[in-house]
């Protein structure tokens, strides 16, 4: 073989190189945004099951089941469900990065609704009321109002939009 026919060989040898590189190296990179993007999708799904279990927790019925103290005081009730609340919605705060704005939102309308009903029927009680006393009008309030089922609505928007995450992924997978 002369000299053009080793050069021609070099030739197409470093192309197919070059080549194999290049595409290896978007290989790479496409694959890696495709691991970001499958993380960020489960820490979102993560934030919207924490989220739920938070609604759970600060529903008013799911609060006085839990923290029920019949002979205590009215007053220290209402702190403790107040404080309860707060709490909670504390150390869930930092999920909000990872939801939608509406589904944040309906969290703290929640929050602040629930917080609400706690304050205007313990003031409505008389100073002598008892926790029982609190709690048991504030159930009867939830039975026949349609606030009452506040918490159930959020946990359905909760349920939607981490469904609209659960069905992109698995579009993802089928079109693959």
Do not use: C
Request: net charge negative.
């Amino acid at each position: 073989m002369d000299t053009t026919g080793y050069i021609f060989v070099v030739s197409i040898l470093v192309f197919i190189a070059g080549s194999l590189y290049v595409w290896f190296k978007y290989f790479k990179k496409e694959t890696r945004r495709e691991l970001a993007s499958d993380q960020s999708k489960q820490v979102m799904l993560q934030a919207y099951e924490r989220l739920t279990l938070l609604v759970s927790r600060i529903a008013l019925p799911s609060l006085i089941s839990r923290l029920n103290v019949p002979q205590a005081a009215a007053r220290d009730m209402q702190m403790l469900l107040l404080q309860t609340i707060r709490e909670e919605f504390d150390f869930n705060i930092s999920q909000q990065i990872y939801v939608s704005s509406d589904a944040w939102n309906a969290i703290k309308t929640l929050r602040d609704q629930n917080m609400l009903i706690i304050n205007q029927v313990a003031s409505s009680l008389p100073m002598d009321a008892t926790a029982g006393d609190l709690n048991k009008i504030i159930l009867d309030f939830l039975m026949n109002d349609r606030r009452g089922n506040l918490h159930e609505l959020v946990s359905d928007v909760l349920a939607v939009e981490a469904k609209k995450i659960m069905n992109a992924s698995s579009e993802k997978i089928y079109e693959d």
